[in-house]
């Protein structure tokens, strides 16, 4: 299937904001395991690909459902021919996943955005990883990336079943360092082992279903301020007392010279978008960093899965889609 870029419309993408947006081929499908598949994405005419750094996703754009869905690369960086992602069948799902394995295969093209990094590897003495399921995907070249620096590091990854979990033949090689936990042989992942005691020089790095990531977080709350590091699959459930406390406030946009009203109900992206202001966006969700604006004046009440507790208290930028102001002004840099 041949796919023309103009004649395509990416949902919730205008013109001005640039990032690299192009139609990519998939050049090979595999299974990877039960209900995931890996496409291998490059550029139709062979040309070189964006560069990106573990942890870093894409958004493939669906129009014909109407979809943006992002998706992490789990291939090689230093291979600037070909992106891989993996995709998990989620049959109750709003049917992203499900187009992915019905309709794309080998030799179809796609719309894709990005890449862009909210999950990035930073450096330090040891890692922790763990990853549940399809979460492994933003781990896999994040250890590949630890074992080429010589860094200590340790992975545990648990699924449903072993032949649910993608990637066991490329995380062999690794040995010990590696801990596979299938649930129907072996229950929950043993989070108290490898999280008590807390260290001092290791970065935790976790994703996967919010069960699990909740538990990460939990057991890390004695660890040192800033050592985890999560990336979720759904928004984080607001508390109720968030939800409820929420109130009407003003927004300054200071490049468009608009001053919007947010009502308790809505979020800034859905009034400035109304409004006619420039956006950017993908899941609403407050989880994929899409639509992170800069904050100019102003105290933001977060909500979104992305950033970290450090970026969260520097009240540099918000996303729009889900964060809320404290008080009742926000100017920001839209």
């Known amino acids: 299937m041949s796919v023309d870029i103009a004649d395509l419309a990416a949902p919730n993408a205008p013109a001005s ?6 139609v990519l081929r998939v050049g090979e499908r595999v299974r990877a395991a039960d209900g995931v598949v890996t496409l291998t994405l490059v550029d139709p005419a062979g040309g070189e690909l964006p560069r990106w750094t573990p942890g870093a996703h894409i958004d493939l754009i669906i129009p014909e459902i109407d979809l943006v869905r992002q998706y992490s690369l789990c291939g090689n960086p230093d291979d600037r021919y070909a992106w891989r992602v993996a995709v998990l069948r989620e049959p109750n799902g709003r049917g992203g996943s499900r187009h992915v394995h019905q309709e794309i295969g080998a030799g179809t093209d796609v719309l894709v955005r990005g890449p862009r990094n909210h999950f990035p590897l930073e450096p330090a003495a040891r890692y922790l990883f ?20 010589g860094r200590d590091w340790q992975l545990l990854y648990g699924g449903r079943t ?16 590696v801990t596979i936990h299938p649930q129907d042989e072996a229950g929950l992942l ?16 976790c994703c996967g279903p919010e069960p699990l990531v909740a538990a990460v977080e939990n057991g890390c709350a004695g660890w040192p301020a800033d050592s985890l590091r999560t990336e979720r699959f759904r928004a984080r459930p607001v ?3 968030e939800a409820d406390r929420a109130t009407a406030f003003e927004v ?30 993908a899941c609403r969700e ?19 899965s992305v ?9 540099d930028t918000m996303m729009i889609c889900v964060s809320r102001a404290c008080g009742t002004r926000l100017v920001l840099d839209l």
Request: aromatic residues 4%; negative net charge; charged residues 25%.
């Open 17 to 22: 904001r640039e990032e690299h947006t192009a």
């Open 130 to 149: 763990v990853a549940g399921g399809i979460g492994i995907t933003p781990i896999l070249p994040m250890i590949a990336a630890a074992e080429a620096d």
């Open 162 to 177: 072993r032949e649910s979990m993608a990637f066991l033949d490329e995380l062999k090689p690794y040995g010990d360092r």
């Open 190 to 205: 043993p989070l108290a082992t490898v999280l008590d005691p807390p260290r001092e020089d290791c970065l935790v790095y």
């Open 239 to 241: 508390p109720p007392e």
């Open 252 to 281: 300054v946009c200071g490049r468009s010279d608009l001053t919007l009203t947010v009502a308790p109900h809505e979020s800034i992206l859905d009034v400035a978008d109304r409004a006619g202001v420039p956006t950017f966006a």
């Open 286 to 304: 407050g989880i994929c960093g899409t639509c992170e604006t800069g904050v100019v004046e102003g105290t933001v009440e977060h909500r979104d």
């Open 307 to 315: 950033l970290t507790d450090r970026q969260k208290a520097s009240g």
